[in-house]
């Protein structure tokens, strides 16, 4: 079997890293497409290197624009790439722009759309992954859900032929590559950490990180904990945020994104995560750690419901006393797959 695969920002990378090597060694054939979204090294070209991700066979270079402009030249790079490579499939993951792009170039030449992380809801179309979802899940042949509430999700909308409850492959890749990090990963003595002592923060929403009023409550709530916060800043936020970080007296560490590998540390051993990635929500809870996530809704429910996740984005000034006293969770499940994902998808492929 022939397929393409588009990847073009950061989770995508970190989802790609576990499936394409089980797609090559299953013996199917892949031209891997990355469009370009992300392109800074820290971005980017760290997660092909620690995780041995296989050289894109296209790369796009859409870099960075507004959602049309992103999203319209990614579409006609891989509509060009469709025609000339004839694939059995298309595999997108996720809700970023390359997803959108890649299920209507391949919908419009007639070709089957695999989704990988299917289903997902926010209920929020303000969100752009919101439009990315709800638009590739339409058009996709073969649904790979996480979890029971993403297939349900997907019945609501009327789409049940092709859905599979498979796992996140994000378990596959999180818990192979803690292994390794625990090895080879420096972070936690570079920068001078002890385990448990320090929070992990990341933001990137637009919603968060575009606008400064909202953005420095965030910081200010966040730097009242006592205890020092490492944020690894995302490019979109940067240039704010290293305004912004004077107006702030508490210990808040600005550093650049790191790679997995650092990341899996940091997450692993913060007391808590404040976030508002959908992957580092889910990754605080595979990790075990405490999670407080800056919106006002989460299409990873579970990690709410057994209490290792909160919702704090309408109510920043609960920060400080959840960084002081997290109420304890109620239950810890594999709620998202065992790890063998991947090995589900290839089988079902
Ligand atoms: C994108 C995804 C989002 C995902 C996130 C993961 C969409 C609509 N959004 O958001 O779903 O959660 O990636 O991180 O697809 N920039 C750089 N260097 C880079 C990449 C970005 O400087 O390598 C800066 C640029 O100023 C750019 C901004 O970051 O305009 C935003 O990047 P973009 O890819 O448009 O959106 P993200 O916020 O990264
Ligand atoms: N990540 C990373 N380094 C960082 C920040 C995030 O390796 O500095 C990883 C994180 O562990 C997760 C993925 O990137 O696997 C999530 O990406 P992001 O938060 O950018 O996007 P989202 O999940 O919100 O779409």
Known sequence: ???????????????????????????????????GQHYDDN???IFFEEMAIPQPDYNLGVGSGTHAAQTAAALIGIEQIIIKEKPDYVIVYGDTNATIAGALAA?????????????????????????????????????????????????KEGISKGVHIVGDVMVDALLNYTKIAEQKSTILDQLNLIKGEFLLMTIHRPSNADHDERL????????????????????RSKSRV?????????????????????????EKYSRMIITDSGGVQKEAYLHQTHCLTVRNETEWVETVEDGWNILVGNT????PVLLRNFPKPLIWKPRYGDGESVVKIVALL
């Open 1 to 35: 079997m022939k397929v393409v695969t588009i990847i073009g920002a950061r989770p995508q990378f970190v989802k790609a890293s576990v499936v394409s090597h089980a797609l090559r060694n299953a013996g199917h054939t892949e031209i891997l497409v990355n469009t």
């Open 43 to 45: 971005m980017a070209k």
């Open 107 to 155: 919908a419009k030449l007639h070709v089957k759309i695999v989704h990988i992380e299917a289903g997902l809801r926010s209920y929020n179309r303000e969100m752009p992954e919101e439009i990315n979802r709800i638009v590739t899940d339409v058009l996709s042949d073969l649904l790979f859900v996480p979890t029971q509430v993403a297939a349900e999700n997907l019945k």
């Open 216 to 235: 420095l409550t965030i910081l200010d709530q966040v730097s009242k904990g006592n205890i020092p916060v490492i944020f690894p800043v995302h490019p």
């Open 242 to 266: 290293e305004l912004l970080i004077n107006r702030i007296s508490g210990d808040i560490r600005i550093i650049e994104p790191v790679g997995y590998l650092d990341m899996m540390m940091l």
């Open 316 to 319: 920043l000034d609960r920060i």
